[in-house]
């Protein structure tokens, strides 16, 4: 609801009529307009809109607007009042106004999230965890003599849908309050992500490392979860700076790209034999892949050692030496 609330000429009459009736002036009262202030009673008074009200003249005109909310009293209402009570004033212009707020005590949305959180907290929800509310202006005001003294009552938490609802109870005696509010949990996890853009067979190291805040239903199985899942492997694609990484998009380094050179090499404990060959797959560190022996144009198995080095299974040897 809009706290600025303009009332006409008609509903200002209605309630000055019920309230009371002007004692007899022998003259006009000269008086000034105040400016926009505050109300801290349960009505409105002459001298809450003009300055000068003499004691005699002065009285309750209207109900004040609820605590925290605001009513506009325009030229126009404000020229009816003045001719009705006999005050000597007259609008100078058509925005000449006053605004009148009802003092009040405030619950903000922030107040109440702090209660939830330890609600939920209290149920075995830990971590890095926010709270929303259904209702996203959610506030309560209280008149201005009141505490900001609340409890949390009929609080319920499902833990699957994340959900909460409750009652926030606040005041007391004939201004005490029960508002309902209701909203959801997320629970956040942190995540590797990368810090700008790597290409397709991209090494990854520390540098290339940032961290992303996510709720908690983004990190599925195979979301990357660890630093350790990252440095030293191989981009298997190309991914933006702070996209969430898959445990697909990664995959151990090519320490041998097909086609290319390699050394062959056979260690035993009585000889080494080393020989050149030309991949026919990648190959990671510790798969076995085939090879080329580019001299003797046999094909061989070995396991991939390092940096184009492939240690030949002892059993092909004599393909290796021929």
């Not at 605001?70 to 106004?97: C, F, G, I, P, Q």
């Not at 209280?142 to 938490?157: A, E």
């Not at 961290?211 to 981009?235: F, M």
Request: glycine share 8%; charged share 20%; with cysteine.
């Amino acid at each position: 609801m809009n706290r600025h609330t303009r009332f006409g000429f008609a509903l200002w009459f209605i309630t000055a009529a019920c309230v009371g009736s002007p004692n007899p002036c022998v003259a006009d009262t000269l008086v000034a307009l105040h400016g926009d202030s505050d109300v801290r009673g349960a009505t409105v008074r002459l001298s809450d809109l003009f300055s000068g009200v003499p004691a005699s003249i002065d009285r309750e005109i209207a109900q004040a607007p609820a605590p925290g909310k605001s009513a506009t009293y325009d030229a126009r209402v404000l020229e009816k009042l003045a001719d009705k009570y006999r005050l000597d004033w007259h609008a100078t212009s058509a925005n000449d106004h006053v605004t009148l707020t009802t003092a009040s005590t405030r619950i903000t949305a922030d107040d109440v999230r702090t209660a939830v959180l330890h609600k939920v907290e209290e149920s075995g929800i830990h971590g890095d965890i926010e709270a929303s509310f259904d209702n996203h202006a959610f506030e309560i005001d209280l008149p201005g003599d009141q505490r900001t003294d609340f409890k949390l009552s009929n609080f319920d938490f499902d833990p699957v849908s994340k959900r909460f609802r409750s009652e926030v109870a606040a005041g007391s005696g004939p201004s005490a309050v029960s508002v309902p509010v209701a909203g959801r949990i997320t629970v956040k996890r942190h995540v590797p992500v990368l810090a700008h853009h790597l290409d397709s067979g991209t090494i990854i190291t520390l540098t290339d490392i940032d961290w992303a805040t996510v709720p908690d239903e983004r990190v599925t199985p195979n979301v990357v979860v660890s630093a350790d899942q990252l440095i030293g492997r191989e981009l298997r694609h190309a991914v933006n700076d702070g996209d969430i990484i898959r445990t697909s998009d990664v995959m151990a380094a090519r320490l041998v790209t097909r086609g290319a050179l390699v050394t062959l090499k056979i260690e035993t404990p009585f000889m080494q034999l080393t020989a050149q060959g030309r991949a026919l797959q990648d190959g990671a560190e510790g798969e076995v892949i085939r090879v080329n022996n580019t001299q003797s144009n046999r094909m061989v198995e070995g396991t991939v050692t390092g940096p184009g080095m492939i240690l030949v299974h002892t059993g092909q040897k004599l393909a290796l030496a021929q």
